[in-house]
C-alpha cells in the first residue's frame, strides 16, 4: 500500500473552504480533502467535485455526511446546530482536491491510511 505522502502528492495544496474557493474547483471527478488545523478530517469522493464541494458547504444534514457529522459535533443538549452554524464550521477549514478517474479507489486508500474523524461511522444522538 503506498504511503501517505504518496497518496496525496496529487492534491492540489490547501486552499480556505469557501464558496469562492469552491466555484474553481473542476466539475470532474474527483476526491476531496477537508482539513481542520491541518488535521485531515474528512476524505470524500464525488462525480463532480465543484458541486459535491458547494453541497457540502451550503446543503443540509440529509444531502451530506459531512455536513451531518459536522453538525453533530456542533450540536448541543439545547439546540441542534444551525445550517449557518456547521457551514461557519466548515470555513475555517481547509479544502484539498484531486482529480481522479477512480474517486472511490482514491478515497478507499486515504481513509484506510488516515482515518478520518468524520469517515467514522458516529452514533445519532437524537
Same mark, same amino acid.
Given at each position: 500500500?503506498?504511503?501517505t505522502?504518496? &497518496? &496525496?502528492?496529487a492534491?492540489?495544496?490547501?486552499?480556505? #473552504?469557501?464558496? %469562492? /474557493?469552491? +466555484?474553481?474547483a473542476?466539475? +470532474?471527478?474527483g476526491?476531496?480533502l477537508?482539513l481542520? =488545523?491541518g488535521?485531515i478530517v #474528512?476524505v470524500?469522493? @464525488?462525480? !463532480?467535485l465543484?458541486?459535491?464541494l458547494?453541497?457540502h458547504?451550503t446543503? !443540509? *444534514? %440529509?444531502?451530506?455526511?459531512?455536513?451531518?457529522?459536522? =453538525?453533530?459535533? &456542533?450540536? @448541543?443538549?439545547?439546540q441542534?446546530?444551525t445550517?449557518?452554524?456547521?457551514? *461557519?464550521w466548515?470555513g475555517?477549514?481547509? /479544502? *484539498?482536491?484531486?482529480?481522479? %478517474? !477512480?474517486?472511490? =479507489?482514491?478515497?478507499e486508500?486515504?481513509? &484506510?491510511?488516515?482515518?478520518?474523524?468524520f !469517515?467514522?461511522?458516529?452514533?445519532?444522538?437524537?
Amino acid at each position: 500500500m503506498p504511503d501517505t505522502v504518496e &497518496l &496525496l502528492a496529487a492534491f492540489m495544496p490547501p486552499l480556505p #473552504y469557501m464558496k %469562492d /474557493v469552491v +466555484a474553481d474547483a473542476p466539475a +470532474a471527478p474527483g476526491v476531496h480533502l477537508v482539513l481542520d =488545523g491541518g488535521e485531515i478530517v #474528512y476524505v470524500g469522493h @464525488t462525480g !463532480n467535485l465543484r458541486a459535491r464541494l458547494r453541497q457540502h458547504l451550503t446543503g !443540509n *444534514r %440529509d444531502s451530506s455526511v459531512l455536513h451531518d457529522q459536522v =453538525g453533530q459535533l &456542533l450540536d @448541543t443538549p439545547a439546540q441542534a446546530a444551525t445550517r449557518d452554524d456547521i457551514a *461557519r464550521w466548515l470555513g475555517r477549514c481547509e /479544502v *484539498r482536491w484531486q482529480e481522479t %478517474d !477512480n474517486p472511490e =479507489g482514491t478515497k478507499e486508500a486515504l481513509v &484506510l491510511a488516515l482515518r478520518p474523524r468524520f !469517515n467514522r461511522k458516529v452514533p445519532r444522538s437524537r
